[in-house]
Structures are given as C-alpha cells and as structure tokens.
Antibody, heavy 118, light 107 residues
Framework: QVQLVESGGGVVQPGGSLTLSCEVS????????MHWVRQAPGKGLEWVAF????????YYVDSVKGRFTISRDTPKNMLYLQMNSLRADDTAVYYC???????????WGRGTLVSVSS | EIVLTQSPATLSLSPGERATLSCRAS??????LAWYQQRPGQAPRLLIY???SRATGIPDRFSGSGSGTDFTLTISSLEPEDSAVYYC??????????FGPGTKVDI
C-alpha cells in the first residue's frame, strides 16, 4: 500500500523558517518525481515545487523562488521542502504528491498545515 | 502562464442525475489536462488525466472529454459520495502547473 505522510507543519512568525518532510512508502521512490502542492484556507490548489526522480532538477512557482528549496533523500524515501522568509500568504495546507508523467499528481498525502502569523 | 477557468462555480443536483463540469484554458493545452476530486477534509484525488483517461480505481461514471481550450468532466449518475470540489489542472506549459478555481458539486 502506497503512503505519503507529511510532517513538520506548525505556526511560525513572518520571516521565519520551517522544513516540511514527506515520508514515502510502498513504491520505488527513486523512480518517481515528486511535487509539493499547497492550499490556503478555504481556497484552491496551487502547485509549489517539483523535483525529478534523480534529483537533477528542481522547479518552483515564481512566488516561492529564492525562498523555498525542494530536495529528496532517496535512500531514506524522504522528500523535503525547506521554507525560508515565510510570509502570511504562505499559510496553507502543504501536500506532497507523486508525479505521473511529469504532468500530473496521482498520489497525495494528507497534508500538513503551515500557519505564518505573529 | 496558462489560466484555467471553471464553470459553474457551484452545481446542485440530486442522486442519479448527470453532472457536467466545464474547464476552459486561456490558450491551447492540447490534451494535457487532468481532473481532481477533493472531498471535504480530504486530499485531492486524481480522476482523469490526458483529458479522457481514467486514473486507477476511478468508477466509470466519471468521464472526461475535450481538447485544445475546452474540456468537460461528466459524472453520469451522481452518488452521494460525489459531493466534492472538482479541479482541472494543465501540464502543457510548465512551470508552473496551474489549476482552475474549482467547481463545487452539492448532492
């Protein structure tokens, strides 16, 4: 059974930092690209970042470029999102999602809530 | 960036009825479009990819059609568990991958 389990969310002050983790099990992690997608409270979905299966390239939505870093530890089956210089508009549930064909998101975790507030 | 719009914003129907949801892209995305279902309090779930291919385990009452800029998700006979928000998403031109604002289906 495939599972994606996010952790690391919490309350952080504006300008602060947080690192999210996603533990993946039940599949051959090294074969799959991975994404982070977020959802602000009561709002729609926003793609945040993508890392290829071999970790060779990373891609970001403009609003997080230079502040967020996606990475992976393939031997540990772990995906990460390092978030710096956090702003109020980064408040959201952050989902990790498995890539399908460098195009879609076919498996999702339950998400972890990040709240940026003073 | 490709902008997706969805209509209607809300759809209220009865069990057994047919639901038709629309998604329009600001420029052609060919057939690189997906549909997701998000039930209250849950993570999204992939329903349809490549405009008309059903994802693993998705019931055949869900079907997708369209190409270019206009797409449709049809639920042929609504079940109570189909109450959810439905999002379209494009992958023709990325980054960024973009989503539509969603259509809420009330049953």
């Amino acid at each position: 059974q495939v599972q994606l389990v996010e952790s690391g969310g919490g309350v952080v002050q504006p300008g602060g930092s947080l690192t999210l983790s996603c533990e993946v099990s039940g599949l051959t992690f090294r074969n799959h690209g991975m994404h982070w997608v977020r959802q602000a409270p009561g709002k729609g979905l926003e793609w945040v970042a993508f890392i290829r299966s071999d970790g060779s390239n990373q891609y970001y939505v403009d609003s997080v470029k230079g502040r967020f870093t996606i990475s992976r530890d393939t031997p540990k089956n772990m995906l990460y999102l390092q978030m710096n210089s956090l702003r109020a508009d980064d408040t959201a549930v952050y989902y990790c999602a498995k890539d399908k064909g460098v195009a879609y998101f076919d498996l999702w975790g339950r998400g972890t809530l990040v709240s940026v507030s003073s | 960036e490709i902008v997706l719009t969805q209509s209607p914003a809300t759809l209220s129907l009865s069990p057994g009825e047919r639901a038709t949801l629309s998604c329009r892209a600001s420029q052609s995305v060919s057939r690189t479009l997906a549909w997701y279902q998000q039930r209250p309090g849950q993570a999204p779930r992939l329903l349809i990819y490549d405009a008309s291919s059903r994802a693993t385990g998705i019931p055949d009452r869900f079907s997708g059609s369209g190409s270019g800029t206009d797409f449709t998700l049809t639920i042929s006979s609504l079940e109570p568990e189909d109450s959810a928000v439905y999002y379209c998403q494009q992958s023709r031109d990325w980054p960024p991958y973009t989503f539509g604002p969603g259509t809420k289906v009330d049953i």
